[in-house]
Structures are given as structure tokens and as C-alpha cells.
């Protein structure tokens, strides 16, 4: 009789430890996810170009916009992997540093006794943003990496803050370029995506791409004339710097209204 008690005891112990376990479990795929995402730093600088990169969990977004220009439609799911992205636009100071390191040829607008190090660099091409970006470890922002940034984790809205916008929240119609960060950040810790300068994209540009996008990490058309340029600029009025605006310029081809920032894949050890 005391074995059989023992036994029932022993069998009562293992069926409460069995149904403990069970119970914890979670959803085992999300909070796989999660835990990468959660095991990677916040934010992180290279040596080369020390300017502060903010991490962008992976997951999906929707891209685009039903009430802006055609090209713009239609709104479209798109999956990224987490990656890190400059928290500011590139700086002269910064590209300073890049000119004096590398020897590359400084463009016809680098004016450097009237440039100020906190400004970000203006007149740079497309082919001299893109060689920016190699030599720092980095690279232009895919399109779809731009607008997932400048939304900031808010869906559907037109700013990177919401769907109002004055001159207080971010630099357009104005009369010249601001210092970065000189406006709140958006709900990613980044600045200036809406106005200030424009800024350089990987894309080459098509009007019809939405429509043909694959749905996870797009990368835009294989082949193209110009480059997109997201956010609008400091001259622009407000309907350029909304978020699902898209633009275009040849790469070869800069202007006093865009610049750029860059963004880095996370590296395979770092997701481990
Ligand atoms: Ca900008
Ligand atoms: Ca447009």
C-alpha cells in the first residue's frame, strides 16, 4: 500500500511538472522573432563614419499611398529585416572627414569655408552619395527601408509624427538648409525625413513598381534612368515632404536640396 502511495505521489509530482511546462510555452514563433530583434544593440557607430545608426526591428509595414500621386499607389504590404539606419542626414562634417580620408573628388557645390559641419551636405550626386556609403561600411536606404524609417512605427499617416504639419515640426518652405536634429525626432529616434534636405535612395526609380513589388525586402526595378529622392527639402512645400511622396533624379546629377544618409544590414554575428 505504501509503494502504490509513493507511485501515485511520483506520478502526481511528474503530471503537475507536464502540465507547468505546457502551460508557459508561448507562441513560439513571435517570441522567436522578438528575441533577435531584442538580442541586438538599440543603436551602433562605425569607426569610419561615427555617426549614431538606430535599429529598425524587422517585421512588416504597409507602403504607400491610396490618396496621394499614381505612382504612389497601390498601398502594399511589405516585409523588411531589421537593419540600422543613420538617426541624421550625413553632415558636411562627416563627409569632410570622407573626402580627406579617401582623396575622392569633392563636387562642383562643396564649398568648404561656407559650409557649416553640422548642415547636412548638399550637391552630392547619387554615384558620390554611393561611394560615400562603401567606403563607410554602409549603403543608400532601399526605398521601402526610407519609408519604413520615416513612418516611425505609426501606420498610415502622412508625417513622420502624424497627419498635421507646421513649421515647427520640420524644415520646408524656408529660406535656406537648418543644423540636423534641429527639430523632435519621430518615434524611431530619427530626424529630419520629412524636409531639410532630400534624400538619395538605392532604387532606380519606376512609377509602376508598386504594382509589381515583391513582398519581401524589394529592392526596386533591376534596370532605371534616375534614383529615387524621398522627403522633400527646406524650398519644398508641405505636399512634397509627405512620407509616401516619391522622386526621382538622375544619379549622376546633385542639387542644393538633396543629400542623404545611410543604412547598414545587420551583420549575420550580431543576429546570432
Ligand atoms: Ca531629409
Ligand atoms: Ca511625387
Known amino acids: 500500500m505504501k509503494t502504490f502511495h509513493r507511485k ?16 508557459t510555452r508561448g507562441p513560439v514563433p513571435k517570441a522567436e522573432e522578438k528575441s533577435v530583434d531584442q538580442r541586438l544593440p538599440a543603436s551602433l557607430s562605425v569607426d569610419k563614419d561615427p555617426g549614431t545608426m538606430v535599429l529598425i526591428p524587422a517585421g512588416h509595414f504597409m507602403m504607400g499611398s491610396d490618396e496621394g500621386q499614381e505612382d504612389e499607389r497601390p498601398v502594399h504590404s511589405v516585409y523588411l529585416d531589421a537593419y540600422y539606419i543613420d538617426e541624421a542626414e550625413v553632415t558636411c562634417s562627416r563627409y569632410r572627414h570622407f573626402l580627406t580620408e579617401t582623396g575622392y573628388p569633392p563636387h562642383p557645390l562643396w564649398n568648404p569655408e561656407h559650409d557649416r559641419p553640422e548642415d547636412p551636405v548638399v550637391g552630392v550626386s547619387w554615384n558620390d552619395a554611393a561611394a560615400f556609403a562603401r567606403w563607410a ?29 507646421d513649421t ?21 529616434g530619427l530626424y529630419d525625413l520629412a524636409g531639410n534636405v532630400a534624400e538619395w535612395c538605392e532604387d532606380w526609380y519606376s512609377d509602376i513598381y508598386y504594382s509589381m513589388s515583391p513582398g519581401d525586402n ?10 529615387v529622392v524621398r522627403g522633400g527639402a527646406w524650398y519644398n512645400n508641405q505636399e512634397a515632404l509627405l512620407i509616401a511622396n516619391r522622386y526621382k533624379n538622375a544619379p549622376d546629377l546633385g542639387n ?5 544618409r545611410c543604412v547598414q544590414s545587420v551583420h549575420p554575428t550580431l543576429a546570432r
Request: net charge positive.
Open 137 to 165: 561600411g554602409k549603403r543608400l536606404p532601399t526605398e521601402a527601408e526610407w519609408e519604413k524609417a520615416a513612418r516611425g512605427g505609426l501606420a498610415g499617416k502622412k508625417y513622420p509624427w502624424g497627419d498635421e504639419i
Open 256 to 260: 542644393f536640396n538633396t543629400g542623404f
Open 218 to 227: 524589394p529592392r526596386g526595378p533591376q534596370l532605371g534612368e534616375k534614383k
Open 8 to 23: 501515485l505521489t511520483i506520478f502526481i509530482a511528474v503530471l503537475i511538472v507536464i502540465v507547468c511546462a505546457c502551460s
Open 168 to 188: 515647427a515640426k520640420a524644415n520646408y518652405d524656408s529660406f535656406g538648409i537648418m543644423p540636423v536634429k534641429s527639430f523632435e525626432p519621430n518615434g524611431f
